[in-house]
């Protein structure tokens, strides 16, 4: 399993960016996807949620009418498009996937992340 995330960046408030998640190594299209973000010293906290087809989405209230969450199942990639950035947005983005193995153990997968930067 790989998770892979690019499009992070210094961007100024009010700015956008798009994160996308490439994914390998699972079956992408039956599994929702999130992304998550960490801030300096602060826990991780969850972002956005969707679900295996993309019908599902889910937000922080913090993000609610800022960010959209969508995915391509053809491409295997999920994307975070994230608009009037804020400098409280300032964070690593990561996304996740969680799988079960044969046994039915629920394992948790992670990309590197990708920093966002929100600043004047």
């Known amino acids: 399993v790989q998770l892979v995330e690019s499009g992070g960046g210094l961007v100024q408030p009010g700015g956008s960016l798009r994160l996308s998640c490439a994914a390998s190594?699972?079956?992408?299209?039956?599994?929702?996807m999130k992304w998550y973000r960490q801030a300096p010293g602060k826990e991780r906290e969850l972002v956005a949620h969707i679900s295996s087809v993309g019908v599902s989405k889910q937000y922080a209230d913090f993000v609610k009418g800022r960010f959209t969450i969508s995915r391509d199942n053809a491409k295997s990639t999920v994307y975070l498009q994230m608009n009037s950035l804020k400098p409280e947005d300032t964070a690593v983005y990561y996304c996740?996937?969680?799988?079960?193995?044969?046994?039915?153990?629920?394992?948790?997968?992670w990309g590197q992340g990708t920093q966002v930067t929100v600043s004047s």
């Open positions: 190594g699972f079956a992408f299209r039956n599994y929702a």
């Open positions: 996740n996937v969680i799988l079960f193995d044969v046994a039915g153990s629920q394992n948790d997968y």
